[in-house]
């Protein structure tokens, strides 16, 4: 089916994926995940124009402005093309996003190549992932999951071609890029490094039951340690780096660094959630999303699955794929739950198991026809799904959130500091007004050790100029206690009051 047309397809799917992800573009930031989205957005507004430093300020919790948590590739990317080009903001880290996604192919290429999958039938793989609504809906928005997901999958792919070539420099690129995506996004990465370790460690070990060769057994170890350890290493480095930063700042020390109290449980999860229905029920309802819409979704997934356990052709590489994609929800299970976008990371791999049970049937003269059955299922619960899933969002292009921030820059002086109440830590309000910020996070437990590290960034804020207390109704924290704080360290400002701003 793929002989020649192909790349025709791919080169569709392409054109799919460019024309969905331009619906919408010209929107703001106050979409699905906006926390998210305005707070990267806060990382490269304030990298425009200036030098680059390791200690970046993303000015959303107050002094000391520099909170980092991933290295931040992607926003400098974005700020230096907006230096360059004189580019809008939000739609420059549209556009970034966007193309390491399109780019995210040229890896997945060769990883189903390294699977020893012909040429024409490796392009099915590129075309499913493409085509994708889940990936390009959170590709278009303002985020490093795509810019996290490229580095992943070249680093997995380049290790796969050094073990094959037994190449010491495909070893150098594989180290290198497994570095850069360890710091870009760990989560993302330990994936990918725990897939490389099991796919590679299995070779080693096939190699030397076949051969039982001393010297390539050392060899191929040495290599994989090269390649596992040394990116682990980097993103240690990074975050220990990231968390003596964050210990200046009394709310990121709190809440952010890998030493405070919520970080495990907020990261992993706890026990139950690892084995409450109701929690896997909630993750695995988004995997249609990477597929289509949601009913065609469920039936191309289950008759992928069921014919790979009849027909027996790629099954080890369906298998090996759906383990890979209930890997990160597994370990991160909390994080998968909370965060739908997560799946940016383990997406791939179930894309790949539809995949590879596809090209095993167009493989088989016999269930061809199946396959290209449900090549045509697949690509109509594409084109379709994208609808379905963005079409609520992306018509409203929550404009209200511009008129917010003039109103904001109206009242307030340039270089002046805001205190928002109301929006927990979301950067949202902040980023638009264009206002260093100390936004108060809402502590749903309460508890002194809380109110203390607010206070203790409300008197940090000495010698700075805060110009207004800016409440996103509705507020929970109690208005009067912020009044009080910042009178006591020496600040009686005005009050400005946001009604009926919609919160994604």
């Known amino acids: ?144 999951e795509s810019t996290a997901l490229f580095f992943s999958v070249a680093y997995m792919a380049a290790a796969i071609e050094a073990s094959r070539s037994e190449r010491w420099w495909w070893t150098g690129i594989a180290t290198a890029l497994g570095m850069i995506a360890a710091v870009v996004k760990v989560t993302t990465f330990l994936i990918y490094l725990a897939v490389v370790g099991v796919v590679l460690g299995a070779r080693e070990y096939s190699r030397w039951n076949r051969d039982r060769d001393r010297a390539a057994l050392r060899a191929g170890i040495t290599r994989l340690a090269l390649m596992t350890s040394i990116p682990f290493v980097a993103a240690v480095a990074w975050v220990r780096f990231t968390d003596t930063v964050k210990a200046e700042n009394p709310l990121a020390a709190a809440y952010l660094s890998s030493q405070s109290a919520p970080f495990y449980s907020w990261n992993y999860g706890t026990l139950s959630q690892k084995t409450s229905g109701f929690v896997w029920y909630v993750i695995l309802g988004w995997a249609p999303q990477l597929v289509g819409v949601s009913w065609l979704a469920w039936l191309v997934l289950g008759a992928a699955l069921a014919v790979t356990l009849v027909h027996r052709r790629r099954w080890r590489e369906t298998m090996a794929c759906l383990a890979a994609y209930l890997l990160g929800p597994f370990v991160f299970t909390n994080l998968y739950f909370v965060h739908n976008y997560y799946a940016n990371a383990n997406g791939v791999f179930l894309i790949l198991a539809v995949a590879f049970s596809i090209v095993g049937l167009l493989e088989d003269r016999r269930w061809r026809g199946i396959g290209v059955l449900l090549v045509g299922l697949a690509a109509v619960s594409a084109g379709w799904g994208y609808w379905e899933f963005v079409g609520r969002v992306l018509a409203n292009h929550n404009g209200e959130i511009r008129d917010a921030g003039a109103f904001i820059r109206s009242d307030t002086p340039e270089d002046s500091v805001i205190v928002c109440v109301g929006s927990d830590w979301s950067p949202l309000v902040s980023y638009y007004a264009q206002r260093r910020a100390l936004n108060l996070p809402m502590d749903p437990e309460g508890g002194q050790a809380h109110d203390a590290a607010i206070a203790a960034a409300i008197r940090l804020l000495e010698g700075e100029n805060v110009s207004a207390i800016v409440l996103c109704e509705p507020v929970t924290y109690p208005v009067e206690v912020v009044k009080q704080r910042l009178r006591e360290a020496g600040f009686d400002v005005p009050v400005l009051i946001l009604q009926g701003l919609q919160r994604y």
């Open 1 to 144: 089916m793929l002989h020649r047309s192909g790349p025709w397809l791919f080169a569709l799917a392409m054109v799919f994926a460019l024309r969905m992800a331009s619906i919408g573009w010209g929107n703001t930031l106050n979409e699905a995940h906006s926390f998210r989205q305005s707070q990267t957005a806060t990382t490269a507004f304030y990298m425009v124009g200036k030098p680059f430093t390791l200690a970046y300020e993303t000015p959303v919790l107050g002094k000391p402005w520099a909170i980092p948590m991933e290295f931040p590739l992607y926003q400098l990317i974005v700020a230096r093309i907006v230096d360059l080009f004189y580019s809008p903001l939000d739609q420059t880290g549209r556009f970034v996003a966007l193309m390491f996604f399109l780019l995210t192919n040229i890896p997945l290429y060769r990883l189903v190549r390294a699977a020893e999958v012909s040429a024409n039938h490796a392009w099915l793989p590129l075309i499913l992932f493409t085509m994708s609504p889940f990936y390009i809906f959170w590709s278009r928005t303002f985020m490093i």
